[in-house]
């Protein structure tokens, strides 16, 4: 199973040419899915995704049966990755939530909360147990619970932001 051999239209990482996407670019993604799957074994032990082929690691990400999310380092923090059912639950397009403040993604009551998270993760760099209400591109809300969040190393130990896996949510 290979990137190529994949024709999912709705996630332009699992179709890079058909949304014109370089390969410099896809090859980016690719380095962010391995540094996610990477960042979160050196946390818990445990791969994400367990293959040794970089492009697999990406497709099996994109498509996982869990909400994966990620971003930067910028003030604000934005957005830099969400899997196909993360998407899918913010309600937003890849383009679109690629370039929102990971915050407003969280309820304005609830955003010293995940802040104060944030802190306790300079000092961890992995948290099992976050659970907070989030909002949609639709104005909804949903939460989730029992989200994992770590810090995104790569193998010299530089921090290159954080990401967040969840599989317990729903809308409230």
């Known amino acids: ?14 179709d890079g040419n058909k949304h014109g996407m370089s390969g410099a670019v896809l090859n980016s993604y ?9 960042s979160y074994q050196h946390w818990t032990g445990q791969y994400l995704i367990s293959t040794n082929d970089p492009e697999e690691v990406l497709v099996m990400l994109n498509t ?17 990755y969400g899997n196909l059912l993360a998407l899918q639950i913010f309600e937003y397009s890849f383009e679109q939530f690629i370039q929102l403040p990971s915050q407003e993604s969280a309820n304005p009551a609830q955003r010293d909360e995940r802040a104060a998270m944030f802190d306790k993760l300079k ?7 976050y659970s907070g209400v989030r ?9 989730m619970q029992n ?5 995104l190393v790569d193998p010299m130990g530089r921090t290159h932001g954080h ?3 969840f599989s317990d949510w729903h809308h409230l």
């Open 147 to 151: 989200a994992e969040v770590w810090t």
């Open 64 to 80: 996982a049966s869990f909400a994966v999310v990620s971003h930067g380092l910028e003030t604000p923090p934005i957005f830099n």
């Open 30 to 38: 690719i380095d962010h899915a391995l540094l996610i799957n990477q």
């Open 163 to 165: 990401a967040a896996k």
């Open 123 to 129: 000092t961890t760099g992995y948290d099992d147990s």
């Open 1 to 14: 199973m290979t990137l190529a051999g994949w024709h999912i239209n709705r996630h332009p990482l699992l």
């Open 135 to 143: 909002v949609t591109a639709s104005g909804r809300e949903f939460t």
